[in-house]
């Protein structure tokens, strides 16, 4: 089902690009409760899922870019100017003309678990330890986001904080 989704996803932002000169894509990061007290994580592109359990925070994606790839396989550095060059240079999205797959992640649900959904907009401008703070100390959406601001802000922001209770 959530497959089948994500295509109807693929399709619709296809059909968008469509009446537009340009590439048109956009990343997705979803999270749908189950009844059996988890959730399914969607994930393409470069935005992410965190989890803070237990005063652990942990990301819970993958970036589908160039860089990830890059990083992990020992290409290069992750401070290196190709690291830099491809950080945006997505290797699946929403929209792309291969339709990829999502990833799935299926993650168990605990009263008191928290977590953060975000583009690159936030993870690129705040830095994990202050994103894991924000968790712990309750920051609301709004005041991540004004933090984006603050920090440069050169990409769309956006945030959703869950709580489990």
Do not use: K
């Given at each position: ?82 690291a830099h060059r491809d950080r945006h240079r997505l290797t699946r999205y929403a929209g ?70």
């Amino acid at each position: 089902m959530l497959r089948a989704a994500v295509a109807e996803v693929q399709r619709a932002v296809r059909a968008a690009g469509r009446g537009i000169a340009e590439l048109t894509g956009c990343t997705l990061t979803a999270f749908v409760g189950d009844i059996d007290g988890s959730a399914w994580l969607v994930q393409l592109g470069d935005s992410r899922a965190y989890r803070l359990r237990d005063g652990v925070f942990e990301l819970l994606t993958s970036d589908h870019t160039a860089a990830w790839l890059g990083i992990l396989n020992g290409w290069y550095p992750p401070n290196s100017r190709e690291a830099h060059r491809d950080r945006h240079r997505l290797t699946r999205y929403a929209g792309h003309p291969d339709m990829p797959e999502p990833d799935l992640l299926n993650v168990s649900l605990r009263p008191g678990d928290r977590f953060l959904l975000c583009t690159d907009g936030v993870s690129d401008q705040i830095h994990d330890r202050r994103l894991a703070d924000a968790l712990t100390e309750r920051t609301t959406v709004v005041e991540l986001l004004a933090e984006t601001l603050d920090r440069g802000g050169d990409d769309n922001a956006t945030a959703v904080i869950i709580q489990v209770s």
